[in-house]
């Protein structure tokens, strides 16, 4: 399987991503633990991104 197929399987989920967003509590405060989950984990894990 290609990258391209794995992508596509999460095509139908982008619909839902801006309402969900939208009814968050605190958006900004989800966004910043997004991104320092994601640095950490990045980070720790030694990832080749």
């Known amino acids: 399987m290609s990258k ?3 992508e596509r399987i999460w095509l139908p989920f ?19 633990g997004q991104v320092v989950l994601a640095l950490l ?3 720790v894990l030694l990832t080749g991104w």
């Open 4 to 6: 391209a197929e794995t």
């Open 14 to 32: 982008a619909v839902w991503l801006l309402p969900s967003c939208a009814l968050l509590p605190y958006p900004r405060a989800w966004l910043t």
């Open 41 to 43: 984990l990045n980070h």
